[in-house]
């Protein structure tokens, strides 16, 4: 037996209670399980389809953040100017290379790079450059 400031509680009110409680784990299992049990092959395949290609995209958002994580640390090596590079990596296409961040970087507007930035680009570069110089 054990006792409580307002009673005392036997064995059996405790087996009784523990048992309830399994009882009603089990009902809520049974409740999360059915629906999935019943779900169609269809459905099915077109979930583990959209987890697939959720999960894809994630992998691959994981991979631009790498590359600009190194483009900003190259840029951060070269040019030194924290800020910059920051606005350049964040703002900027993945896609570009590294020597155009340079380049960029330090103003060269006559050079091929900064000339091949589509009209967009090159708006963003003047606003990091006059940002952060």
């Not at 570009?96 to 970087?105: G, P």
Request: aromatic fraction near 6%; include cysteine.
């Amino acid at each position: 037996m054990i006792k409580l400031e307002k009673g005392v509680i036997s064995a059996s009110m405790v087996e009784r209670m523990s048992r309830r409680w399994e009882i009603k784990m089990l009902r809520t299992l049974i409740a999360v399980l059915i629906p999935s049990l019943v779900m169609s092959p269809q459905a099915m395949s077109q979930s583990f389809e959209q987890f697939e290609r959720t999960s894809q995209f994630e992998r691959a958002m994981a991979v631009v953040d790498q590359i600009r994580g190194r483009k900003k640390l190259q840029c951060l090596i070269s040019v030194g100017n924290r800020p910059l590079c920051e606005c350049l990596s964040t703002r900027l296409p993945f896609t570009l290379h590294i020597s155009n961040y340079v380049s960029i970087a330090n103003q060269d507007k006559g050079t091929a790079d900064y000339g091949q930035l589509s009209a967009a680009d090159r708006q963003t570069v003047d606003q990091c450059v006059a940002d952060n110089h």
